[in-house]
């Protein structure tokens, strides 16, 4: 039964401004939020299709191989497959630094440019949840990109019917080594990125810092160990991103180094290269925070 | 909505810790601000944004303290940016995501679910004046249409108070009145509180229940707005001549002057020379009945009256009331 009173507050209602009385979620939905905004962000997804040209096809690239590898040790029913777990970020690291390169800039160096910071930070999260949501959102992409492939492998591995429980244990060595992977170049990349509020300039320091240091670290390495200084070799090795995962993984996660001579860490120099990795995985998020306190409003 | 007691605010400057005094930025503020739409004015400097800073919670004061919506900005900023609106005076808006995207991604930051998020977003945008073009790329849009997304999303969760920092910068006049009307109905048709910043006093004038002056980061008057009309409106007239009165301005200047109405000294533009110099009158009106004397003053005298309108102030002509004062003595001494 309605009643014209009724009716005529139903239209008042849907012509004029309505109150919101539903729930407030507060700060820890609101950094969820900016989390998988940042997350879909960094795979182009909820913005144009534009965006979503290069971090697709960079993840289709990434995943290539692993198809082709699994293919190849089905087919020819061999008892191992031919690339260790641990192995394949290594080999791909080309285009994990190229992902990075395209995508921190795109996370962060857009906020800044356009100064939406300071909407973020009227609002109920603070420094501490941006900084957290948008590394959390930059790892987390890097770790869909490189455990992808891994997950490909380890499928196809146990499709080839290959011995469960090593495959298995390949498996969970490989994704540690990717998350720790993930958690280190994010963190370079971010705080690259967040110095700059120019895209273009974000872009080249992540890739400067990638293949610069990688470029320098392999040419000295090569030159100790034809020097025949193999101790000089697992030292060097603590000077780049990809190098510094390769030790970690040598030393831990039973991988194969890929250093010369295969003169990676031991045990030892293996906690060293660990810390070195936390180190600067605390330091980047250290950084991130000391940058946003600057910009604010 | 807003208290403030001895708020100070001082900026370290770079100079060796010794002589360190600093920028002051705000000094012993004390301000009740109530419901309704409150204009917070001054010059570029005064501690208009500072002041703003410090209402979020985001910058902490250095001395005294300060209350929105009755919660100490010191220790519940999470709680009164969930509750408070803010529009800043920069850009803020990234050019390449549409207006509906950029909106419920803001609501969700102030905490709404989503699907409520983006009922709110069309509502608000709605509201604000933006329909089919919400769904392109801000990139393409108007400086104007841009205000009134930024307007949005400091609306769009709802709050009790807005704090609009400069909403009517770089508009063009039809826009600004178009703003002015957007943030009157803030509060008359949303119910929700707000605090105006801008540097023309005139515009705040037509839109604000309340207007509060600072300079220097010191409170140099806060009254509601009747009263300053009453006290400091400017009229400014202008007349044709006729045969009878082939200077129609300078009859009307003498006849005015005899029903006891003061003038402002220089007609306006005499100094710079302008086409149509000497010819607008600009006399103080100091209540309703100022209008009804003109008007029957120039039907009197058998004149066409061109224009007669409210002046805008500069604020330090209002504020500084020996300043202005000064101005006209000055002119007519000249």
Same mark, same amino acid.
């Given at each position: 039964m309605s009643t014209p009173t009724t009716r005529a507050e139903t239209q008042i209602h849907n012509i004029g401004y309505r109150d919101y009385d539903g729930p407030r979620l507060g700060r820890a939905y609101a950094r969820r939020s900016l989390f998988s905004q940042s997350l879909r962000g960094a795979y182009g997804l909820g913005r144009s299709a534009k965006s979503k040209v290069l971090p697709m096809i960079l993840f289709a690239?990434?995943?290539?191989?692993?198809?082709?590898?699994?293919?190849?040790?089905?087919?020819?029913?061999?008892?191992?497959?031919?690339?260790?777990?641990?192995?394949?970020?290594?080999?791909?690291?080309?285009?994990?630094?190229?992902?990075?390169?395209?995508?921190?800039?795109?996370?962060?160096?857009?906020?800044?440019?356009?100064?939406?910071?300071?909407?973020?930070?009227?609002?109920?999260?603070?420094?501490?949840?941006?900084?957290?949501?948008?590394?959390?959102?930059?790892?987390?992409?890097?770790?869909?990109?490189?455990?992808?492939?891994?997950?490909?492998?380890?499928?196809?591995?146990?499709?080839?019917?290959?011995?469960?429980?090593?495959?298995?244990?390949?498996?969970?060595?490989?994704?540690?080594?990717?998350?720790?992977?993930?958690?280190?170049?994010?963190?370079?990349?971010?705080?690259?990125?967040?110095?700059?509020?120019?895209?273009?300039?974000?872009?080249?320091?992540? &890739? %400067?810092?990638? $293949?610069? #240091?990688? @470029? =320098? *670290?392999?040419? +000295?390495?090569? &030159? %100790?160990?034809? $020097?025949? #200084?193999? @101790? =000089? *070799?697992?030292? +060097?090795?603590?000077?780049?991103?990809? $190098?510094?995962?390769d030790g970690v993984q040598t030393a831990f996660l039973g991988a194969t180094s890929s250093f010369p001579g295969q003169a990676g860490p031991g045990a030892g120099v293996g906690v060293v290269y660990l810390l070195v990795v936390l180190a600067l995985v605390v330091g980047s998020y250290a950084v991130l925070m000391r940058r946003y306190r600057k910009v604010g409003l | 909505m807003i208290a403030t007691e001895s708020l100070s605010k001082r900026f370290p400057t770079g100079v060796p810790p010794a002589k360190r005094g600093g920028v002051t930025a705000l000094d012993r503020l004390s301000l009740d601000i109530g419901p309704g739409v409150t204009g917070l004015v001054g010059a570029?400097?005064?501690?208009?944004?500072?002041?703003?800073?410090?209402?979020?919670?985001?910058?902490?004061?250095?001395?005294?303290?300060?209350?929105?919506?009755?919660?100490?900005?010191?220790?519940?900023?999470?709680?009164?940016?969930?509750?408070?609106?803010?529009?800043?005076e920069h850009d803020c808006l990234p050019p390449d995501v549409s207006a509906t995207e950029f909106v419920v991604h803001m609501a969700r930051m102030s905490g709404l679910p989503p699907t409520a998020a983006r009922e709110r977003t069309a509502d608000t945008l709605r509201h604000v004046g933006l329909y089919e073009e919400r769904y392109r790329p801000i990139g393409g849009y108007s400086t104007g249409m841009k205000q009134r997304v930024k307007l949005a999303q400091a609306l769009v969760h709802d709050p009790k108070l807005v704090l609009l920092d400069e909403p009517t910068n770089g508009l063009d006049p039809v826009g600004r009145d178009e703003m002015l009307g957007l943030i009157r109905r803030v509060h008359t048709d949303f119910g929700i509180s707000v605090l105006?910043?801008?540097?023309?006093?005139?515009?705040?004038?037509?839109?604000?229940?309340?207007?509060?002056?600072?300079?220097?980061?010191?409170?140099?008057?806060?009254?509601?707005?009747?009263?300053?009309?009453?006290?400091?409106?400017?009229?400014?007239v202008e007349v044709t001549d006729t045969d009878t009165h082939p200077d129609g301005t300078a009859a009307l200047r003498k006849a005015l002057t005899a029903a006891g109405i003061a003038i402002h000294g220089a007609p306006e533009g005499t100094a710079d020379g302008l086409p149509g110099a000497g010819h607008v009158l600009l006399l103080e009106a100091t209540g309703e009945e100022t209008y009804d004397i003109v008007r029957d003053t120039v039907a009197d005298l058998g004149l066409g009256l061109v224009r007669m309108e409210q002046r805008r102030h500069h604020i330090a002509e209002v504020f500084r009331p020996e300043a202005a004062a000064a101005q006209p003595q000055e002119a007519q001494a000249r």
């Open positions: 690239v990434m995943c290539i191989p692993a198809l082709v590898v699994v293919a190849v040790a089905v087919a020819t029913k061999v008892k191992d497959l031919p690339l260790d777990y641990t192995r394949y970020a290594i080999f791909t690291q080309a285009l994990i630094g190229l992902y990075l390169a395209a995508q921190a800039p795109q996370s962060v160096s857009r906020d800044l440019r356009f100064k939406t910071v300071p909407l973020y930070f009227s609002r109920p999260i603070e420094r501490v949840d941006y900084v957290l949501a948008k590394y959390g959102a930059m790892a987390s992409a890097l770790f869909v990109l490189t455990a992808s492939p891994l997950l490909i492998l380890y499928i196809g591995s146990l499709l080839a019917k290959m011995d469960f429980a090593e495959q298995t244990k390949g498996f969970a060595q490989g994704l540690v080594s990717v998350a720790l992977l993930s958690l280190l170049f994010g963190g370079i990349g971010l705080v690259m990125a967040a110095l700059t509020p120019r895209r273009g300039f974000g872009v080249a320091a992540v &890739i %400067a810092a990638l $293949t610069i #240091s990688y @470029g =320098a *670290v392999s040419t +000295l390495q090569a &030159i %100790a160990w034809s $020097t025949d #200084s193999l @101790g =000089a *070799v697992k030292w +060097l090795g603590l000077f780049s991103p990809i $190098t510094l995962i | 570029n400097g005064a501690g208009k944004s500072t002041m703003i800073k410090i209402l979020l919670g985001l910058s902490p004061a250095t001395e005294g303290r300060a209350e929105v919506l009755g919660l100490d900005v010191a220790t519940s900023g999470t709680a009164i940016r969930e509750r408070v609106g803010y529009m800043p105006v910043t801008s540097h023309l006093l005139g515009e705040l004038e037509r839109t604000c229940d309340h207007v509060v002056v600072i300079d220097g980061g010191r409170l140099l008057r806060s009254s509601s707005t009747s009263d300053f009309t009453q006290l400091t409106a400017t009229l400014a």
